[in-house]
């Protein structure tokens, strides 16, 4: 790494919340890696969550899954999106197994050789998305897949509103979903529907499995002594001091109201730190700064109460401002802020105490 803005991910902390959630729930935990693990880095977030006992992975298409199988990992895979039915071959080699969310899905991979393709039936519950909706038709789904062959390894489905404390909405669908299992009498070895925040409040004796991706992260609407592994930082390079009736930065956005000290940090919104963060706070060397003037695409500036050395480090988020405090600031979510940091950033992975690897897959690509 040169240039010194990083994403810090502690695979050790992501070890913990995997066994803390193990130990909550009591059942088989799918680590959901999808989208490079929210953008902390699939493969190595994948080998910590194995270490600490996750039995099955999931990603959202077969181009994830076989950045995983290249990676090296051979454990139990799924694809929770829609795959093409004309892959049903590379699915095969890949030994990824898939969601069969619709007839029309199941009729188009029937034309092809689908003996022993693995899949887990997906029950619409309520949410819109994918998965079949009316129980004959899945009924009927699921009998042409046993008949060509096809392994029906499982049956989930997905809850919209369980990060809303009033839990009506996920009973509903949770009742929709029992219905549907019954309904197919076939002896499932997965059964799934728990995501991250249902994981914490919804018991049940059908399910076996639930399927967590944020909570790796420690991330929760409902508890908050889960490990934070993710901090996201840069550095000040350059320290000045700007006398009163000044402008900082492209379109004149921000006017100097007496002499301030601005240091300038190479990070911008190409790094994922978007321009909607202009005004928010970053904390640096004990001191509380303020993104001032608009960010760049490659720098940002920063008012500070004191100067500081060349290369003193900036937390963007971390231990001294939340993820949930970022998010909630730019008025999103935090999977859409780490989902954002870019493949600019270099990924810093500590692992069993130690710095384990510094990673940066653009660099990567320009060295093979
Ligand atoms: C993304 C996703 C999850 C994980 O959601 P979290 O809220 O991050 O735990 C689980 N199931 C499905 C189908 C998903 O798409």
Redesign the pocket.
Known sequence: MYRRTWMEINLDQIAENVRKIGDICHKKVIA?L?ADAYGCGDIQVCRACEEAGAQMVAVSSLDEAMILRNEGYTGKLLI?GMSDPDDVEDLKKADAATAAYSSAWVDEVLKHDARGLKVHLAVDTGMNRIGFKDLDEMRAALQKMLDAGVIVEGIFT?FYCSDIPDHVITDRQFAAFDEAVKAMHYPFEWIHCD???ATLFHQDPLSNAC?????LYGISPYRNDFAHPISLYSAVYMCKHVPAGETIGYGATYTTTGDEIIGTAPIGYADGLIRANQGRKVYVDGQYGTIVGRVCMDQVMIRLDHEVPMGTKVEIFGPHISLEEMAADLHTIPYEVICLISGRVTRRYIWHGQLMQEQNDRLIRSEA
């Open positions: 959901v999808k929770l997905h995501n991250s925040d399927r967590v991706g944020i909570t």
